[in-house]
T-cell receptor
Framework: SQQGEEDPQALSIQEGENATMNCSYK?????LQWYRQNSGRGLVHLIL?????REKHSGRLRVTLDTSKKSSSLLITASRAADTASYFC????????FGTGTSLTVIP | DAGVIQSPRHEVTEMGQEVTLRCKPI?????LFWYRQTMMRGLELLIY????????DSGMPEDRFSAKMPNASFSTLKIQPSEPRDSAVYFC????????????FGSGTQLSVL
């Protein structure tokens, strides 16, 4: 991809379990953002973490950022079937580059 | 606000035809991005405008692709001539000017070139 890579490419879990997705990127950043994409729809912003922050929470979402390793993780706790979607990280140097995405399936 | 509006929602055309995709960003947003999404290549940034001026078009695949933003409320992405490998979903996104603002995406245009 132009900038980032998510890992794993696909993840399947049972409802109620936690889901962890990782993102690695290539260049220095101002911030890193996570987006969600439901099938056939545009991306929707979930959370932003700035380059001087290490961890951020929003509801059931927890994001970490390690600028020394150029990596970030997104944790979704107590997953629900409605969380089934693709998740992308995006880095904002000046442009906005997206990773390849993690496809999450939450089985009811 | 209606959000970012893209048209058409679906476009089916034959190889060699000209295709024009349209985008209306959110009012007050001064940055606009065009992306292309395919299974093989993921989300690719094609071009980025700031205050109607193209800032970086290094992602535009070749000269067959062109983008314009004649005013703050309208942008077009044109492919001429189109080829089957251009088949993809094309997204437009906008945001307000500051660097820590999130992107708002349109619903995309599903392009099929036969």
């Amino acid at each position: 991809s132009q900038q980032g890579e998510e890992d794993p490419q696909a993840l399947s879990i049972q409802e109620g379990e936690n889901a962890t997705m990782n993102c690695s990127y290539k260049t220095s950043i101002n911030n890193l953002q996570w987006y969600r994409q439901n099938s056939g729809r545009g991306l929707v912003h979930l959370i932003l973490i700035r380059s001087n922050e290490r961890e951020k929470h929003s509801g059931r979402l927890r994001v970490t950022l390690d600028t020394s390793k150029k990596s970030s993780s997104l944790l979704i706790t107590a997953s629900r079937a409605a969380d089934t979607a693709s998740y992308f990280c995006a880095t904002d140097g000046n442009q906005f580059y997206f990773g390849t995405g993690t496809s999450l399936t939450v089985i009811p | 606000d209606a959000g970012v509006i893209q048209s058409p929602r679906h476009e089916v055309t034959e190889m060699g035809q000209e295709v024009t995709l349209r985008c209306k960003p959110i009012s007050g947003h001064n940055s606009l991005f065009w992306y292309r999404q395919t299974m093989m290549r993921g989300l690719e940034l094609l071009i980025y405008f700031n205050n109607n001026v193209p800032i970086d078009d290094s992602g535009m695949p070749e000269d067959r692709f062109s983008a314009k933003m004649p005013n703050a409320s309208f942008s077009t992405l044109k492919i001429q001539p189109s080829e089957p490998r251009d088949s993809a979903v094309y997204f437009c996104a906008s945001r307000s000017g500051t660097w820590d603002e999130k992107l708002f995406f349109g619903s995309g245009t599903q392009l099929s070139v036969l």
